[in-house]
């Protein structure tokens, strides 16, 4: 868990963020609040984050989906590659079919 004080820094300059408001969340009574850089020097430079805050005031540690493994699968050949994009674009006119109705000429 971290501190008010560590959730507040920036994550690339480590400069404590300006508290833009509170948002309220889809679990209940947890609160999401907007931070936002002003180091000008900084790359998030007036870019906001958010922080959870839980019920019970615990701040949770920050995701790091970064620096673990890929979320997706990386084909190993190229015929992989084509199967994959055949089956995206399959998937994509079969969505697109059965939400749209056909025009047909009178």
Do not use: Y
């Amino acid at each position: 868990m971290a501190t008010w004080e560590e959730a507040r820094c920036c994550p690339k300059c480590s400069n404590a963020g300006r508290e833009d408001g509170r948002v309220p969340t889809a679990k209940r009574g947890v609160t999401a609040v907007k931070l936002t850089c002003e180091n000008p020097l900084c790359r998030w430079f007036e870019t906001p984050w958010f922080v959870q805050i839980n019920p019970d005031g615990s701040i949770p540690d920050p995701d790091t989906f970064s620096k673990g493994p890929k979320q997706f699968v990386i084909p190993r050949s190229d015929a992989e590659a084509e199967a994959m994009i055949k089956a995206a674009n399959f998937a994509g006119e079969q969505a697109f079919n059965t939400t749209h109705g056909e025009i047909r000429g009178r």
